[in-house]
């Protein structure tokens, strides 16, 4: 699970600590969270990153917008007189946010193709019986990152991970995938951090002074 601390400089500490009452300042940190939150989605939606510059490209050269489905479940997870938290509460969304927003590699070998063995580390143990199963979401993205490609009219497209698992079985993933690799006897996929939670200095600096004005009118009233 990745969580988002956002934090306030030492001015705005300060300042809130002269309002007093705990539900001023959940009411600051709940605002700011949310701005945050905002400006993350957006960020998916321009397909840039928390420094205002464009995500990585997908390998493959796909267009499709990424992210913007993982970044509807970012919400505020925490929220205290002290901090606010923003994160993913489901732990599968988590994991995939931290791999996207920091980057990510996985050594893949053979031999955890053979004998209808998935590398998914939540199902090691697949047996050989279950080789007819359909093809494991860890064999299509190995079979798209050793640019596998199936036949549509008069070319070749680069398929879906649904159109994979949904149309190959393991054995039949893991026969290609052994041919596509040739001699390799390992290799490693790597995703790109694409930086997707967080906001820019110049955002940084809207957020901030927003609070500051929230901050004094709370003290002025």
Same mark, same amino acid.
């Given at each position: ?11 705005? %500490?300060? @300042?809130?600590?002269?309002? #007093?009452?705990?539900?001023?300042? /959940? ?13 993350? &989605? ?9 420094? #205002? ?6 390998? &493959?050269? $796909?267009?499709?917008?990424? @992210? ?9 997870? =925490?929220?205290?007189?002290? %901090? ?14 931290? &791999?996207?927003?920091?980057? +990510?590699? %996985?050594? *893949?070998?053979?031999?955890? *193709? ?5 590398? +998914? ?7 050989? =019986? ?8 860890? %064999?299509? /993205?190995? @079979? ?7 036949? $549509? ?7 879906? @991970? ?18 596509? $690799? ?11 951090? $694409? &930086?997707?939670? #967080?906001?820019?200095?110049? =955002?940084?600096?809207?957020?901030? +002074?927003?609070?500051?004005? =929230? ?7």
């Amino acid at each position: 699970m990745i969580n988002v601390s956002v934090e306030g400089t030492a001015a705005i %500490q300060q @300042l809130l600590s002269t309002i #007093g009452g705990a539900t001023a300042m /959940r009411r600051i940190l709940q605002r700011t969270a949310k701005q945050v939150i905002d400006l993350s &989605k957006q960020h998916t939606r321009d397909q840039i990153d928390s420094d #205002g510059q464009r995500f990585k490209p997908h390998a &493959k050269g $796909r267009r499709r917008k990424m @992210l913007t489905r993982l970044m509807r479940y970012l919400q505020l997870v =925490e929220l205290n007189d002290k %901090q606010a938290v923003i994160g993913f509460k489901n732990p599968v969304h988590g994991q995939i946010a931290y &791999k996207q927003q920091f980057g +990510d590699s %996985q050594q *893949f070998s053979k031999s955890q *193709f053979r004998n209808g063995r998935s590398p +998914d580390p939540r199902n090691p143990s697949m047996r050989a =019986e279950n080789a007819a199963n359909p093809a494991t979401r860890s %064999q299509a /993205r190995a @079979l798209l990152a050793a640019g596998y490609k199936i036949k $549509r009219g008069k070319g070749y497209r680069t398929p879906t @991970l649904k159109w994979i698992t949904q149309n190959l079985t393991i054995a039949r993933a893991s026969a290609i995938l052994t041919a596509l $690799r040739g001699g390799h006897d390992s290799w490693t996929t790597v995703l790109p951090g $694409r &930086k997707p939670v #967080g906001v820019s200095p110049s =955002e940084f600096q809207t957020v901030y +002074d927003q609070a500051v004005a =929230e901050i004094q009118t709370m003290i002025n009233s």
